[in-house]
C-alpha cells in the first residue's frame, strides 16, 4: 500500500508570493490533516478535511486555506508569503477520526521564504 | 487546550547505553500515540497506547501509558545509532465535534558510536 505523497518536496518562495502544497492521502482514507513544523513552535495543527469538507482548524491567519478534492487529495494555500512561514509542512492521513484511527505522515514539503 | 510537555528536550549519549523520555499532561487522554522523526521526513508512528498502565515492547523500546492516562514514558535498552532522531509524542484532543492531535515538544535523540 503506497504511504502519503507530498509534493514538491521543497520550495524556495519570495516573501508576497503565495504557494499551492499537493498531498496525496493513502488509499482509502478520507482524513487528511495539514501541520506546520518549525524548531521554535514543533508541530502544529493547521486544518483537517474529511469529505471535502474542512472539519478543524488550528490557530493560523487567513492566509492558510485548504481543500480537498473528491479523490481525497488535499492541497493547502500560503498567500501573501511572510519569512516566518518557512517551516516543513506536513499532511497526515487517517481513515476516519483520529480518536480512533492512526494518522500517518507524509515526507512533507520544506518551504523556504526569502 | 491540552498540553504535552516531553523531557528531556535533548539526549546525546552513546551506542549501548539506556534512556527513558517522558511525557506528561495535566489532562487525561484517551489514547497516547510516540512517534520518531528522522531529519527531512514526517513522524512515523511506532505504537499507539490506549489503556491505563498499559506496556507495550517494540523490540528494544518499552512504551508505557500512565495509569491515570495523563502521562507516558518510552524506555531505549542499548540504544544504536539508528535510535538517532526526534521523538514526538501525541494525543487526541476534542474539538466541539471534531478531534485533531496533539503533539508534544519532542525530543531529540543523539546516538553516537
Known amino acids: 500500500k503506497a504511504g502519503v505523497t507530498q509534493t514538491p518536496r521543497y520550495l524556495i518562495k519570495t516573501r508576497g508570493q503565495q504557494v499551492t502544497l499537493s498531498c496525496s492521502p493513502i488509499s482509502g482514507h478520507r482524513s487528511v490533516s495539514w501541520y506546520q513544523q518549525t524548531p521554535g513552535q514543533g508541530l502544529q495543527f493547521l486544518f483537517e478535511?474529511?469529505?471535502?469538507?474542512?472539519?478543524n482548524k488550528g490557530n493560523f491567519p487567513g492566509r492558510f486555506s485548504g481543500r480537498q478534492f473528491s479523490n481525497s487529495r488535499s492541497e493547502m494555500n500560503v498567500s501573501t508569503l511572510e519569512l516566518g512561514d518557512s517551516a516543513l509542512y506536513l499532511c497526515a492521513s487517517s481513515f476516519e477520526s483520529v480518536l480512533n484511527y492512526e494518522q500517518y505522515f507524509g515526507p512533507g514539503t520544506r518551504l523556504t521564504v526569502t | 487546550t491540552q498540553l504535552l510537555e516531553q523531557s528531556p528536550q535533548f539526549l546525546s549519549i552513546q551506542e549501548g547505553e539506556n534512556l527513558t523520555v517522558y511525557c506528561n499532561s495535566s489532562s487525561v487522554f484517551s489514547s497516547l500515540q510516540w512517534y520518531r522523526q528522522e531529519p527531512g521526513e514526517g513522524p512515523v508512528l511506532l505504537v499507539t497506547?490506549?489503556?491505563?498502565?498499559e506496556v507495550k515492547k517494540l523490540k528494544r523500546l518499552t512504551f508505557q501509558f500512565g495509569d491515570a492516562r495523563k502521562d507516558s514514558s518510552l524506555h531505549i535498552t542499548a540504544a544504536q545509532p539508528g535510535d538517532t532522531g526526534l521523538y514526538l509524542c501525541?494525543?487526541?484532543?476534542?474539538?466541539?465535534?471534531?478531534?485533531?492531535?496533539?503533539f508534544g515538544t519532542g525530543t531529540r535523540l543523539q546516538v553516537t558510536l
Open positions: 501525541a494525543g487526541p484532543q476534542f474539538t466541539g465535534t471534531a478531534s485533531k492531535l496533539t
Open positions: 478535511y474529511f469529505s471535502e469538507t474542512q472539519r
Open positions: 497506547v490506549v489503556t491505563g498502565g
